[in-house]
């Protein structure tokens, strides 16, 4: 349309003109999609506010209805097109396609699958709709993705008195209930539920209440209040702890626990033997040092009649003197006992009595303590056992450590020390206190090493001033799994009894994974396999002579290594005896620390290329690295140094 034809001179009645004309072809405003039934939204938590998702329905498709439109029954056929969209971003896969009249009319569903629908915050629903090809301005539909689940990060606080003293009938008599609080959490909301709850574990459970955020509550502390109902026939130690779930229902992890204990108080009747699990028989079986090593536990096997684990304890009685007194967890239960208290006699063979009586308050129950007679032979190999430092290691023996048939350094085992064969030697520092009788085992790696290498049996002629001496060979480390952090430690005891003492551990690094090298090869490879080596590989050194570039691979442990780079021909793809002339040794070369870190070159002359003529051939590498041989051979490829009827022509290599 031109000026003349639509539009008055006047400029700006023509421009009225034309943004009449502009609207005439847009399509009408269209309200925002709307969400289908089966996936209701949240109310705001504000006035005015967005709707929220349900944590139900995070990473789910969402159904949204394509809203009624002037023209949805529109003649002639107008082409309608519509797309989901998040934040502006469309959903492809949820296009919509039709044509007017629309049967049936909207609203229609339409599913909404793009990923950011889940995104935190607050999302805008819209359309991109076009009818006829052209767009319409949709409204939005927002709601808000809040993902955060409540951090309970404080604990459930019973009064003062119920910490001290816990709870009994007294505290819910007359109706009288007990507040439990729980003071503001760190990302607090609104609309956020925390349920208190109450058992012997999160799992045995009731609720005691549940409390919503309200703008009345948030950030203040919360009461929960705890009555006789929730504590009916409870007798001993609970918890007390809490859930939450956000507004769009993002679940918490359960708060920290809070003991409480609520009991009945009933007099204890106490009549059991006291149970020493690790001696089951007292007139057969002796405590000796691995059981105070492994701490002498001692107990009450049978429930306690009207026991009471909010106000009973348990002492202890050895040899007629009350220990300390203990909390009894429950039935059964155990203690370890004092070591310093059972070896009060000394270090010898002795008769022990163990006794206990059951303490509530001041009172003791019975009044004299129920004894049982053990024998106790803390007589061991080495230093006398120390009840302050009962476990293993004995501190008085000094470190093992291993030394292989090549490598420098003890406790380093290498492939180069298995390439040796030689036998692997053990020491151990002889110990001031050895004696005949005594026998030392060699651990490595928490194997023992057999005998007779294995085992070290002292006697009267020993020079006192050598390390023991322990051998063991490479069929023995099979069983070992090799490790940086390999234990050693040798353990001594005595035909007497079956007390031991353990040397400290130290670590050996036994690695006897061999070497293993990036192949060689040529350069100026054919990239046809089929090809492979032939005459366009050859290059010109500035003496003029011809040669073959081969390339070292890059391997920082062949710096200042003599290395000796070889070739052989064969008449096959498979390597045998080598075809006359074709076998090329270089001079072993050391490469510099950085040629080996960035791989360097080495020049065989073309003569050995020409010997193997028409046929294939192999780049290999030695080198000894920290005294271990290594041999690395490279791919067995097509060599041809012939077209048919001529050999290469050496006035065609490029300078190298």
Not at 286 to 299: K, N, P, R, W, Y
Not at 488 to 508: G, I, K, M, P
Not at 593 to 616: K, S
Request: net charge negative; charged share 20%; with cysteine.
């Amino acid at each position: 349309m031109s000026i003349k034809q639509g539009f008055p001179v006047n400029a700006r009645k023509r421009r009225m003109d034309y943004l009449a004309y502009r609207n005439s072809i847009r399509v009408i405003d269209m309200e925002a999609p709307s969400p289908g039934d089966a996936n209701p939204f949240l109310d705001p938590l504000e006035a005015g506010g967005p709707k929220y998702l349900p944590y139900s329905f995070f990473s789910k498709p969402l159904e949204f209805m394509l809203p009624q439109f002037d023209g949805q029954d529109a003649l002639p056929s107008s082409f309608i097109e519509a797309f989901l969209t998040v934040d502006g971003s469309p959903d492809t896969a949820s296009k919509f396609e039709g044509l007017t009249p629309l049967d049936p009319l909207p609203p229609i569903p339409m599913t909404l699958r793009l990923a950011t629908k889940d995104a935190p915050g607050l999302r805008k629903i819209s359309l991109a709709f076009e009818f006829q090809g052209n767009p319409a301005d949709v409204g939005v539909f927002e709601y808000v993705v809040d993902t955060a689940a409540p951090l309970l990060d404080k604990s459930v606080e019973p009064p003062q008195t119920a910490i001290d003293y816990g709870l009994d009938p007294d505290d819910f008599a007359a109706g009288k209930t007990v507040k439990l609080k729980y003071a503001p959490w760190s990302n607090q909301k609104l609309g956020a539920k925390i349920t208190c709850y109450i058992g012997r574990d999160k799992n045995t459970k009731q609720e005691v209440g549940s409390i919503t955020i309200t703008e009345a509550n948030l950030n203040q502390t919360l009461e929960f209040d705890l009555t006789t109902a929730h504590v009916l026939n409870f007798d001993g130690r609970y918890i007390v702890f809490c859930e939450a779930t956000s507004y769009p229902g993002v679940p918490s992890l359960p708060s920290a626990e809070t003991v409480l204990y609520v009991f009945k108080d009933l007099k204890p009747v106490v009549a059991e033997p006291l149970n020493v699990p690790q001696i089951p028989d007292p007139t057969l079986d002796m405590i000796g040092v691995q059981e105070l090593i492994d701490g002498l536990g001692a107990g009450l096997k049978l429930p306690i009649p009207n026991f009471n684990s909010s106000l009973d304890t348990i002492v202890y009685n050895i040899d007629g003197v009350d220990q300390p007194e203990k909390a009894i967890p429950a039935s059964e239960f155990l203690h370890n006992l004092d070591n310093h208290a059972l070896i009060e006699k000394g270090h010898l063979r002795s008769d022990l009595k163990l006794g206990y009586r059951i303490k509530r308050g001041i009172f003791f129950y019975p009044i004299t303590p129920i004894v049982t007679n053990y024998l106790l032979d803390t007589r061991k190999p080495c230093a006398p056992f120390d009840p302050a430092k009962p476990s293993p290691p004995d501190e008085s023996m000094l470190l093992p450590w291993i030394k292989g048939p090549v490598s420098d350094d003890i406790n380093i085992l290498t492939a180069a020390d298995k390439q040796h064969g030689g036998a692997v030697k053990g020491y151990l520092p002889y110990h001031t206190l050895f004696k005949v009788g005594d026998s030392a085992q060699l651990y490595v790696g928490g194997h023992e090493v057999p005998p007779p290498g294995g085992i070290f049996e002292p006697s009267d002629s020993d020079d006192r001033g050598k390390p023991v001496e322990f051998t063991f060979d490479w069929d023995f480390l099979a069983s070992v799994p090799g490790s940086g952090a390999t234990q050693l430690q040798v353990r001594v005891t005595h035909d007497l009894n079956f007390n031991e003492a353990d040397s400290r551990l130290d670590y050996a690094n036994i690695n006897l994974t061999p070497i293993v090298l990036a192949a060689a090869g040529f350069k100026y490879m054919h990239s046809n396999p089929l090809i492979g080596l032939n005459c366009s590989a050859l290059r010109k050194l500035p003496d003029g002579s011809i040669v073959l570039v081969v390339n070292v691979p890059a391997d920082t442990r062949l710096a200042n290594n003599q290395v000796t780079v070889k070739y052989e021909g064969y008449a096959t793809n498979t390597p045998g005896t080598p075809i006359s002339g074709s076998e090329w040794a270089d001079a072993p070369y050391a490469p510099t620390p950085a040629e080996a870190a960035a791989g360097y070159e080495r020049y065989m002359p073309y003569a050995y290329m020409l010997a193997t003529l028409n046929g294939y051939g192999r780049v290999s590498y030695e080198v000894t690295i920290n005294k271990e041989f290594v041999a690395r051979d490279g791919d067995v490829v097509r060599v041809s140094a012939y077209n048919g009827t001529d050999t290469c022509d050496l006035t065609k290599p490029i300078d190298a």
